[in-house]
């Protein structure tokens, strides 16, 4: 069964329109959860690490929020430049070793 | 400036042969890790390590190989067992063997096997 899922797929935003990008994990005994920039051809680059429900990062114009089972990364009036896929990856008690559970991610395309 | 250093960035293979990638990090990292990502998929993972001499399966290790005599070093071998070996391939490391710290990227190898 899939343990991390991300929503939607695709988002397509116009310069400065603000959206929610979706994280929802199955999985129980959360280590942490991550949230990754991936631009085309690249690595994924690393943003923000959350530990616990109600815990909040900020950077720039990112804000990932964490709840229970599903975590938020809010795009504030974004520009073409954050364009990118965003990934979300977990660790928790349950998965064997160092795994970490990505999801599939949410393609983001910023248009101005 | 560290990092994680993977090369090539494309390779390119014919059916049959096998081809290793090379992956080198200055980070002074303990663990490295091997990831494969398809379109549309999650990264999965090949092969970890979290000391030298020492390496675990992932998820999906059949038909790949891996080595870890340098602690900097961590390169992966696709070899010819491999059903479908053309993907991106993206090589980790993380600070330290505990939980919690977030994983460090390469930017990648592309593997085109025709």
């Known amino acids: 069964e899939d343990q991390v899922t991300q929503s939607p797929e695709a988002l397509r935003l116009q310069e400065g329109e603000s959206s929610s990008l979706n994280c929802s994990y199955t999985v129980s005994g959360l280590r942490g959860l991550f949230w990754y920039r991936q631009d085309p051809g690249k690595g994924p680059e690393f943003l923000f690490t959350l530990y616990s429900a109600g815990e909040e990062k900020e950077k720039e114009r990112l804000k990932a929020t964490l709840t229970k089972k599903e975590s938020f990364l809010h795009i504030t009036a974004p520009k073409p430049e954050d364009s990118a896929t965003y990934l979300c990856a977990v660790q928790a008690y349950e998965i064997d070793g160092q795994n970490f559970v990505f999801g599939p991610g949410t393609r983001l395309s910023v248009l101005p | 400036d560290g990092g994680i250093t993977q090369s090539p960035k494309y390779l390119f293979r014919k059916e049959g042969q096998n081809v290793t990638l090379s992956c080198e990090q200055n980070?002074?990292?303990?663990?490295m890790y091997w990831y494969r990502q398809d379109p549309g998929q999650g990264l999965r993972l090949i092969y970890y390590?979290?000391?030298?001499?020492?390496?675990q399966k992932g998820d999906i290790a059949e038909g790949y190989s891996v080595s870890r005599e340098k602690k900097e070093s961590f390169p992966l071998t696709v070899t010819s067992a491999q059903k479908n070996p053309t993907a991106f391939y993206l090589c980790a490391s993380q600070r330290g063997q505990g939980y919690n710290s977030p994983l460090h990227f390469g930017n990648g190898t592309r593997l085109t096997v025709t």
């Open positions: 980070l002074n990292h303990d663990a």
């Open positions: 390590s979290q000391i030298v001499n020492d390496f």
